[in-house]
């Protein structure tokens, strides 16, 4: 589903003394069927251009077209709850807030709340925890006592639960070890290409990030500093350092190579292919 910003802007507590510009006519557009990354320092709007796309709360000027839906000032959302089951959105560190005593029943009650028709209820759990590499066996675990990574998928499972078009995750590897940053990795990977879902990943981790993601959003002071592909978007490495962007460090290292050999090693965004490709050029 594509996602597209029209000018948008977003005040909080507009017209008040207290006033805060947080989204300053922003325009650009979100690809379907993409992994699309949102970075930029705290503060620079990335949660207020999430929650705008899932119809949190309305532009302050502009339009944000959501598939077929037009989110603008003053116009109420005829489908709010519509648009809540094809937007998912995961949370930063969404295991936090797990209360039930089996996996079965934690992402159960998301649904159950929502008002999903219970007859498929039994269904969807099975395929979201398919989805996200977890068999049966896991149904009555408590989750709880599941580790970091297998948390992190549960609490992904009980958005995938809906089936939404769109999955928005804010920091989805934020506080996992190698081994489950790997497999998160590859899980949402195939939530593109298998599940066609699109994405869109909001984290301060450009190294992480810049090995799986297609598209970036680059956001400063409730601007767009840069975007478009991520090869494009790192290539002019002094522009983003001089604006405080940290480029990935497999960008700096191919563009220090450039500055002292001349050589250029290409878009390389896997550190096997780069070993490679330096054997190649030596
Ligand atoms: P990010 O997610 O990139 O850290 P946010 O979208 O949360 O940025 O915030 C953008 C700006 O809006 C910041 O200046 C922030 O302080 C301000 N802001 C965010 N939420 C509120 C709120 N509820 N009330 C007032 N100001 C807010
Ligand atoms: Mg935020």
Known sequence: MEIKFDKVSFSYLAGTPL?????????????SNKINALVGPSGSGKSTMIELINGLI???????????????????IVNSNQLRFEIGVVFQNPEEQFFCNTVKKEIEFGMKYFGYKVDKIEERIESA????GLDNSFLNRNPFKLSGGEKRRVAIAS????NPEVIILDEPTNGLDITSKEMLIKLIKLLKTKYKKTIIVVSHDVDTLYKFVDNVIILSNGKILAEGNKFDVFSDVKYLTDNGVKVPRIVEFIHKVKEK????????????????????NV
């Not at 006033?19 to 690809?31: F, G, N, P, R």
């Not at 309305?58 to 109420?76: E, Q």
């Not at 925890?129 to 996200?132: Q, S, T």
């Not at 001349?262 to 490679?276: P, Q, T």
Request: charged share 25%.
């Open 19 to 31: 006033q805060v510009d947080a989204l300053k006519e922003v325009s650009t557009t979100i690809e």
């Open 58 to 76: 309305l532009p302050t000027k502009g339009i944000v077209h959501v598939g077929n839906h037009r989110l603008r000032n003053n116009i109420r």
């Open 129 to 132: 925890l398919k989805m996200v």
């Open 159 to 162: 958005v995938l639960a809906f």
């Open 261 to 280: 050999t001349g050589k250029n090693l290409g878009k390389i965004d896997d550190v096997n292919d780069l070993i490679k490709e330096i054997y190649q």
